[in-house]
């Protein structure tokens, strides 16, 4: 799946691409390759007129799934150590899914739980938390 730079709003909500084939780097957060940091991407699960993206795929996928990601220059495969889901309000009280200091990790993020047009939409998401494998173990 593409993948394109992705910033902050006013608000500090990152603004994610609305195709759903295309997913969102946070431009805040660690790349390919670094050696430290959270690197976090995130993608609509679905659209009412595109259907189903990739992303959906998170929701059915499982703790040791690998995940890789493929950069110009570096290549890099995460193993999945956790997938939990959380309030879509509360994403802004997770600053442990931002962090830019610790060990490398990939943070994969995409709405889950029910659609409730009257309420905004989708009222969860779903955070898959992934390490390089050597972390893994």
């Known amino acids: 799946m593409e993948v394109r730079r992705a910033t902050t709003d006013a608000n500090g909500e990152l603004v994610v691409p609305d195709d759903v084939d295309i997913a969102g780097w946070w431009d805040g957060g660690a790349q390919v390759g670094d050696p430290f940091g959270t690197m976090v991407i995130a993608a609509h699960v679905d659209s009412r007129i595109q259907g189903l993206g990739p992303f959906s795929e998170l929701l059915s996928a499982s703790e040791g799934d690998a995940v890789v990601t493929l950069a110009e220059e570096v290549d890099q495969t995460y193993v999945i150590s956790s997938i939990t889901r959380i309030a879509r309000e509360a994403l802004t009280e997770r600053d442990d899914l931002f962090s830019s200091s610790g060990g490398h990790r990939l943070v994969l993020i995409t709405c ?26």
């Not at 998401?125 to 972390?135: H, K, Q, T």
């Open 112 to 137: 889950a739980g029910d659609f409730v047009p009257e309420q905004g939409g989708y009222q969860e998401l779903a955070i898959v938390v992934a390490e390089p494998p050597e972390r893994s173990r």
